[in-house]
């Protein structure tokens, strides 16, 4: 694994990482967005490979199962498991982080029938005590369903070799964000980076962050935060970077919103449902607007953020209910809001770029 500076960082491909993880004897499943147990899965020797779209399959078959104002990535991961895409995998872990993905898993589950197991997640929308023992119920319910597919109940040392091993990639991941400034990698590469999260394994990612390199990278231009489920496709980047711009912050929800605060429980079910609920505001996870608009403000300012780019996929209802509200507070707090849709694929859209590129000009 490399990273050098000016050069793309280089990873084992997806399937190198299922070879190895099998080689360990642990199990590969596909999860869905966005939070979820992975200490519990490793514990279960099982591994996690995310699915975001992916932004290359087509809507086609997946849009035959869902009505026309659903999401790509619900959409294209329909796809993509009909087409075979997971196929190896022993089951699809699909979290309830939105309606979409609930009415995902209802499609799998009920009508579909894919030849993995289908496992849900509820997540609470608050954070309140009665929140942390619903999660602790829900992930023991989740526990039990692991066992059955990898056949394995996890032993305390199993407990925790997978928190001692998911706990520092999740620091690894904070490392990064708290770094970021003495970084000499583009914001592409940097995201590169974060995004490894979603399939290697916590050892390799952990290595992977170790080995961005530190140097002087002047960064020009205007300074935005960006805010989204996902950043796709990564040209986005080189793009703002060619508009005069860079990324110095985010509330991605493949990004920042997954830097956890680790927890030190007893209990393995506690101490995983505690790390969930201790990440950043997220409105998936129902964080009230204005905690949201506090913290927002906080750290724009504190990184030097003249603006905010909420890039969101088209449809992604728990994203826009906010979007008002955020570009009303964070206008009268002095930063400019631009929200735009897109479409997920390989290239962007001229219209985004124009819309992306008036925005920076009226913030320079
Ligand atoms: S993009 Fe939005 S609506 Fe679609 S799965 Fe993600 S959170 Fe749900």
Redesign the pocket.
């Known amino acids: 694994m490399s990273t050098v500076a000016g050069h793309a960082p280089s990873f084992p491909s997806r399937r190198e990482v299922i070879e190895h993880v099998r080689a360990l004897g642990r199990e590969v499943v596909a999860v ?3 939070h979820y147990p992975r200490a519990m899965l490793r514990a279960h020797r099982l591994h996690p490979i995310e699915i975001w779209g992916p932004p290359r399959v087509p809507r086609v078959e997946g849009s035959r199962h869902f009505q026309a104002y659903t ?4 959409v294209k991961a329909t796809s993509f498991v009909r087409s075979g895409g997971i196929a190896g995998t022993k089951a699809i872990l699909v979290p309830h ?2 309606d ?2 609930q009415g995902m898993a209802s499609v799998l589950g009920d009508f579909l029938h894919p030849e993995q197991r289908v496992l849900t997640l509820y997540l609470p929308r608050g954070r309140r005590t009665s929140d942390r023992d619903f999660l602790r119920e829900e992930l023991q319910r989740l526990g039990a369903k692991l066992s059955e597919v990898s056949g394995h109940q996890p032993s305390r040392a199993d407990w925790m070799e997978a928190f001692e091993a998911e706990d520092a990639a999740d620091a690894a991941l904070a490392d990064l964000y708290r770094r970021r400034e003495r970084l000499a990698v583009s914001d592409r590469h940097f995201y590169q980076v974060i995004r490894a999260r979603e399939y290697l394994t916590a050892e390799q990612f952990c290595e992977a962050a170790t080995a961005v390199p530190e140097g002087n990278r002047p960064r020009t231009g205007v300074g935005l935060m960006i805010s989204g ?1 996902v950043a796709e496709p990564l040209e986005l980047f080189d793009q703002i970077e060619a508009l005069g711009a860079h990324i110095v912050g985010d509330d991605l ?1 493949c990004g920042f919103r997954r830097v956890y605060s680790t927890s030190m429980r007893n209990d393995p079910f506690e101490r995983s449902a505690s790390r969930l609920l201790k990440g950043p505001p997220d409105p ?1 996870c129902g964080t009230p607007v204005r905690d949201r608009i506090e913290a927002l403000q906080t750290r724009m300012r504190a990184l030097g953020a003249r603006g905010l780019l909420v890039y ?2 088209k ?5 826009l209910f906010d979007v008002p509200l955020l570009r009303k507070h964070l206008h009268e707090a002095g930063f400019p809001v631009l929200h735009v849709e897109f479409e997920m694929g390989e290239t962007l859209p001229h219209q985004t770029l124009s819309r992306i590129e008036a925005f920076v000009e009226t913030l320079s």
């Open positions: 869905m967005p966005i999401c790509d990535i619900v982080t939105c979409a993905l489920i929800a998936t969101d996929p449809f992604c209802e728990p994203e």
